[in-house]
T-cell receptor
């Protein structure tokens, strides 16, 4: 049963600390997305990659967020420095062009 | 800018009823529309995907329709069960932007035994 996996599932950190979230997309999927979910804003797209190349990161605060795909099996989202307003659930999703997106279980981030 | 709206925001019905969830979007230039289910504290589970050239898709007790010209989709749930209680989200994949998903705010559904 192929699934998107995300680590860690929960992260509590202090303001100013670096946070790294990892995602393993479903094998064979060539598109990877990072979303953020909050009560106020709902689900927002932060960035996405196709064939490991970043296509759009316009949803991310550029000064503190960065997203990379070191290889086809790993996507990372990094926040440095973290702020309390970054507290949210971060989802990774993967898919193929024109087909469904499959979501991971999410990383619940709390910045104090 | 594409905007997706879901009405109602919350719905509570007795078990066994058939129900319809609504989704509307402002720009008809879409690749596809996807319906998701989200349980509290969990990730999203894909329920149905309708390509822009299709009118409807069915899976078990679920039927989703798409009227692209009017910017509307509905999710029909037949013979509702308490296990159907969850938040249902619709999302449209944009043509401009290689299938970026734009989500609605969701409908929180409660099925009462």
């Amino acid at each position: 049963d192929a699934r998107v996996t995300q680590t860690p599932r929960h992260k509590v950190t202090e303001m100013g600390q670096e946070v790294t979230m990892r995602c393993q997309p479903i094998l064979g999927h060539n598109t990877v997305f990072w979303y953020r979910q909050t009560m106020m804003q709902g689900l927002e797209l932060l960035a996405y990659f196709r064939n490991r190349a970043p296509l759009d990161d316009s949803g991310m605060p550029k000064d503190r967020f960065s997203a990379e795909m070191p290889d086809a099996t790993l996507a990372t989202l990094k926040i440095q420095p973290s702020e309390p307003r970054d507290s949210a659930v971060y989802f990774c999703a993967s898919g193929l062009v024109t087909y469904e997106q499959y979501f991971g279980p999410g990383t619940r981030l709390t910045v104090t | 800018k594409q905007e997706v709206t879901q009405i109602p925001a919350a719905l509570s019905v007795p078990e066994g009823e058939n129900l319809v969830l609504n989704c509307s979007f402002t720009d008809s230039a879409i690749y596809n529309l996807q319906w998701f289910r989200q349980d509290p504290g969990k990730g999203l589970t894909s329920l149905l995907l309708i390509q822009s050239s299709q009118r409807e898709q069915t899976s078990g007790r679920l039927n989703a329709s798409l009227d692209k010209s009017s910017g509307r989709s509905t999710l029909y749930i037949a013979a509702s069960q308490p296990g159907d209680s969850a938040t249902y989200l619709c999302a449209v994949a944009l043509i401009q932007g290689a299938q970026k998903l734009v989500f609605g705010q969701g409908t929180r559904l409660t099925i009462n035994p």
